[in-house]
């Protein structure tokens, strides 16, 4: 298994500014994901991030919104820009280590925007 | 499109109690399929990975079963206990691209002592 550290764990923001959040594994893994749990419902996935090259998106997440970086194969950032309260919700890391295997994922970031 | 589906959404049971929490997907074609639980306003904790070659999967008193052709799994919880009390997740992993992982709605479980 792996042991997935995300930080900050929380936080409450100004509407208008920009979070970036950390994603620390304790191995290295091939693929990580960035999902997003807004309150009451389920995980919805924003991209993946791939090491050395653009995140690959999913329809309704674009880059300028949410810009990834994922310098080498156990880190990850995500960065929420320009942010207003619609933007309230867990964030979460997953990782997994080869094609049809577990995922994990991070405890989340609880994040609010007022 | 996969769309996953549990029912119910929420569940109260006593203590003791064996229970079994359903999942549904509409696309045969996954690769595996994955029980997590997460507490309130944390992560997900990964309890169970069934292949998509097997028909269930044990740890502890977590059985978790799985019939591809049919779209269902089910989540038994034996004996349960206040500390179960969380809400349970099903994703499965279907086979497109890099395996994307689609969640289901969850249920809420409460464990009343």
């Known amino acids: 298994s792996a042991v997935i550290s995300q930080k900050p764990s929380r936080d409450i923001c100004q509407r208008g500014t920009s979070l970036t959040i950390q994603c620390q594994v304790d191995s290295q893994v091939t693929m990580m994901f960035w999902y997003r749990q807004q309150p009451g419902q389920s995980l919805t996935l924003i991209a993946t991030?791939?090491?050395?090259?653009?995140?690959?998106?999913e329809s309704g997440f674009v880059i300028d919104k949410f810009p990834i970086s994922r310098p080498n194969l156990t880190f990850s950032t995500l960065t929420v820009s320009n942010m207003s309260p619609e933007d309230s919700s867990i964030y979460l890391c997953s990782v997994r280590n080869g094609m049809n295997t577990e995922a994990f994922f991070g405890q989340g970031t609880r994040l609010t925007v007022v | 499109k996969q769309e996953v589906t549990q029912i119910p959404a929420a569940l109260s049971v006593p203590e003791g109690e064996n229970l079994v929490l359903n999942c549904s997907f509409t696309d045969s074609a996954i690769y595996n399929l994955q029980w997590f639980r997460q507490d309130p306003g944390k992560g997900l904790t990964s309890l169970l990975l069934i292949q998509s070659s097997q028909r269930e999967q044990t740890s502890g008193r977590l059985n978790a079963s799985l019939d591809k052709s049919s779209g269902r799994s089910t989540l038994y919880i034996a004996a349960s206990q206040p500390g179960d009390s969380a809400t349970y997740l099903c994703a499965v992993s279907v086979k497109e691209g890099y395996q994307k992982v689609t969640f289901g709605t969850g249920t809420k479980l409460q464990v009343i002592p």
């Open positions: 991030a791939n090491q050395g090259s653009e995140a690959t998106y």
